[in-house]
C-alpha cells in the first residue's frame, strides 16, 4: 500500500501538465463536439495534404478559436493540438477546457440545473488525465510485451468519444487514489452477510453457492464469517454472503441501510484475503492473488460517465440464466469457433433489496446499492506464448506521443495490412456474424473487449459484460424465462446503426485516424480492409444472402448517433435505461466509408 502521504497528495497538479491536458481535452471537445454538429467551425483557408485552418466563434463575442486541422472519413476532425489558440479580446491566451465549455454554454444547451454537474465531470476528468499524464511509467514500446494488468492500468484515453469521461464523483482526494483505475492500488473486498428474506443468490446450473465460496473465498476466511453469525446466536444456513466494494460499504451501506444492520438482517463479517484491482470499467475488480479466479463486479454509486454505477438486484436474478442461453445459442456455432471467439460468462450473482426504498421506485439508486456478479476470468483462455491486451490499448498514446498500436504493428514484424486483417478476423468478422446469423448484437467498444495476442498479432477476441449489453433483434427467435429481455423490437436501419455506431463510428474512426498518424497508413487502406472482411465473410456463407439484402452494410450514409448529446442534456443519466434506443440523440447522416467497395459487393 502507499504511504498516507503519498495518496493523498496532489503532486499531479502541476502547471505544464495541466497545461498540456488542458490543450489536450480542448482537442477532444472540438474534435468530438465538431463532429456530432454542436459547434461548427469556419473554413478560414485550404492548407497542403487535407489540413485547413478553421475559426472558432463562441457565444462571447470578444472570444474565439483557431486551429488547424484535417477532416477523415466519417467526420473525424484530426485536429492539431499544438496549433490551438484561444484568443480573448485580440489577445492569445492558453486553452482551458472548463472555459470552453462555459464560454458555449448557449451552443452546448446544457440545462441550467446540471451544468455545475457537468462542469465537476469535466474538472474530474482533467485532474484524472494530468494523474495519468504525471504518473505514467510505461511507454508504449515498453507496453508491447507488458503483462494484461499493466496493459490495463496504463490506459488514459477513456471513452474515445465522450468528453467528460472520467468523472469518479463521489471519491474524495483519498479515495481517488486507493480506487481509481489509473492508481492500480490493490484492495480487499468487505463481506457482509446479507439475510435469505431479501438477498438473492443465482448461479449457472455448474455453479453452486458452495461450490463459489469454496473457490473465491479460502478456508479460514469461510470459517472466520461463519463464526461471526454464529457469535450472534444467527444461522449461517439463514444468510448469503456478499462482496462489497469498500469504498460502498463505507460510503454507502454503513449509513443508508442502518435498520438493516441494527436488526441483523445485515451482518458486517470483515474483509476477504484476495487483493483485488479495479480494472477500466472502474467497477469490475481483477484478483491479483488468484488471477484465474472469477472477476468480481460490485454495486459503487458514484457517478462516472453519465449514470451512477449502481447496479441492480432485480437484474442480477436474471443474469446466469441470460449466459447460460447465450452460451447455448452460441457456444456450438461453428464460424465463433473457428474466430476463436469467447464470451466472459457471468456464472453468478447475489442481490440485496432495500425494502425501505423498494416501494419508492425500483430505478432510484438506493435500490441499485448491494448487488454484485462474479465474471470468468481471461486467464484461464490463454496458453505460455500469449498475452492479453484490453482492445482499449489500440487507441493508446503515450506522453512521448508514441502509439502502442503502431508498436504493436512493428513488432509483429508483418505488414500493416496483415495486421488488419488478422484483428478484423477475430473481431469484426465474430460481430458481423452474430447480426447475420441471429440479428444479436454486443456493446463491442474497446474497454469490452479484450484481445489475445500472438507474437504481437491480435488472434482472438474475448467480449465481455454480455448480459446487460446484448441485444436480439430476430423477431422470429423464441426468447423464453431471462432471455426475453435481450429481445427489443425496431426498424432494420436501427439495427444497421448498432454496428454502425459501435464499431465503425466509437471505434474504427479513431483507429483509422491513428494508423493515418502514426503508422503511416492512409485510411483508405483500413476501410478497404473492413470492407474485404465483410464480403469475405459473405462469400463464404451464401446461404444468407437474404439477410445481406435486408441488412447492407454497404449503404451510402448511415444516422449520425452523438454521444455528448446525450450527456450535455442530462449529466446524471444519459439514457432511460428501460428505452436506451428511445433516448439516443441524432445529427444527419455519415458518409459510410465502405460504401464505395460495393462495385465488389455486387
Known amino acids: 500500500m502507499m504511504t ?11 502547471s505544464d501538465t495541466w497545461q498540456k491536458v488542458n490543450r489536450l481535452l480542448v482537442k477532444k471537445a472540438i474534435s468530438e463536439f465538431a463532429h456530432e454538429k454542436i459547434i461548427n467551425p469556419i473554413l478560414i483557408k485550404e492548407l497542403e495534404k487535407g489540413w485547413a485552418q478553421y475559426t472558432l466563434p463562441t457565444d462571447s463575442p470578444e472570444i474565439s478559436y483557431s486551429f488547424r486541422a484535417v477532416i477523415r472519413a466519417l467526420d473525424h476532425w484530426h485536429v492539431d493540438e499544438q496549433s490551438i489558440v484561444r484568443t480573448i479580446e485580440k489577445k492569445e491566451a492558453a486553452p482551458d477546457l ?11 444547451g446544457v440545462p441550467e440545473d446540471l451544468l455545475p454537474t457537468y462542469l465537476g465531470e469535466v474538472t474530474a476528468t482533467l485532474n484524472s488525465m494530468a494523474f495519468k499524464e504525471y504518473h505514467e511509467s510505461v511507454s508504449s514500446n515498453e507496453l508491447v510485451r507488458a503483462d494484461f494488468q499493466t496493459i490495463e492500468h496504463a490506459m488514459k484515453e477513456g471513452h474515445p468519444c465522450f468528453l467528460a469521461n472520467s468523472g469518479r464523483m463521489g471519491f474524495d482526494a483519498e479515495e481517488y487514489h486507493q480506487y481509481a483505475p489509473e492508481a492500480n492500488q490493490a484492495f480487499r473486498l468487505v463481506w457482509i452477510a446479507g439475510h435469505k428474506s431479501r438477498t438473492a443468490f443465482n448461479c449457472i446450473h455448474e455453479l453452486s453457492y458452495e461450490k463459489l465460496l469454496e473457490q473465491e473465498l479460502d478456508t479460514g476466511s469461510l470459517t472466520d464469517f461463519r463464526n461471526v453469525l454464529l457469535s450472534k446466536k444467527l444461522d449461517p444456513e439463514d444468510y448469503y454472503f456478499l462482496p462489497v466494494h469498500p469504498w460502498q460499504w463505507k460510503n454507502k451501506i454503513s449509513t443508508l441501510f442502518v435498520s438493516d444492520l441494527a436488526n441483523e438482517f445485515m451482518v458486517y463479517l470483515g474483509e476477504g484475503a484476495p487483493l483485488y484491482s479495479a480494472q477500466q470499467s472502474i467497477r469490475t475488480l481483477f484478483n ?36 447460460e442461453w447465450i452460451n447455448d445459442l452460441l457456444g456450438s456455432d461453428e464460424v465463433l469457433k473457428e474466430a476463436k471467439f469467447e464470451i466472459l460468462s457471468e456464472v453468478a450473482t447475489v442481490g440485496y433489496r432495500n425494502l ?81 446469423q441471429y440479428e444479436l448484437v ?12 500472438e507474437n504481437q498479432v491480435p488472434v482472438k477476441a474475448i467480449m465481455k459484460d454480455i448480459t446487460e449489453e446484448v441485444i436480439v433483434f430476430n423477431e422470429q427467435m423464441k426468447l423464453e424465462g431471462h432471455a426475453a429481455r435481450l429481445q427489443k423490437m425496431t426498424s432494420d436501419e436501427m439495427k ?64 449520425r448517433c452523438c454521444l455528448n448529446r446525450l450527456q450535455l442534456q442530462n449529466t446524471k443519466q444519459m439514457l432511460d435505461l428501460d428505452d436506451p434506443m428511445g433516448s439516443l440523440q441524432w445529427a444527419d447522416v455519415l458518409q459510410n466509408p465502405i460504401a464505395n467497395y460495393t462495385h465488389q459487393h455486387n
Not at 541 to 554: A, I, M, T
Open 4 to 14: 498516507e502521504n503519498v495518496r493523498t497528495s496532489a503532486d499531479h497538479l502541476q
Open 98 to 108: 472548463c472555459h470552453f465549455i462555459l464560454e458555449q454554454r448557449d451552443t452546448l
Open 356 to 436: 425501505l426504498y423498494e416501494p419508492l421506485g425500483k430505478k432510484l439508486p438506493q435500490n441499485k446499492m448491494l448487488s454484485a456478479l462474479w465474471r470468468e476470468s481471461p486467464m484461464p483462455l490463454i496458453s505460455d506464448n500469449q498475452q492479453l491486451m484490453t482492445m482499449a490499448g489500440m487507441l493508446h498514446v503515450d506522453q512521448f506521443d508514441s502509439s502502442l498500436l503502431i508498436a504493436l504493428i512493428k513488432a509483429s514484424g508483418i505488414s500493416t495490412k496483415e495486421w488488419i486483417g488478422s484483428y478484423l478476423n477475430c473481431y469484426l468478422k465474430p460481430l458481423i456474424h452474430c447480426f447475420y
Open 288 to 323: 491479483l492473488t488468484h488471477p484465474k479466479k472469477f472477476y468480481v463486479k460490485t454495486a459503487l454509486s458514484i457517478l462516472n460517465m453519465g449514470f451512477m454505477r449502481g447496479l441492480s438486484p432485480y437484474y442480477m436474478g436474471s443474469t446466469p440464466g441470460i449466459t
Open 442 to 453: 454486443f456493446m463491442p467498444h474497446g474497454e469490452n473487449v479484450i484481445l489475445v495476442l
Open 496 to 559: 444497421l446503426t448498432y454496428i454502425f455506431t459501435d464499431v465503425f463510428d466509437c471505434f474504427f474512426r479513431f483507429l483509422s485516424n491513428l494508423l493515418a498518424v502514426y503508422g503511416g497508413c492512409h485510411e483508405d487502406v483500413f476501410w478497404e480492409q473492413v470492407a474485404t472482411c465483410i464480403l469475405d465473410y459473405q462469400r463464404e456463407h451464401p446461404e444468407l444472402e437474404s439477410q445481406y439484402r435486408r441488412y447492407d452494410f454497404f449503404q451510402p450514409t448511415f444516422k
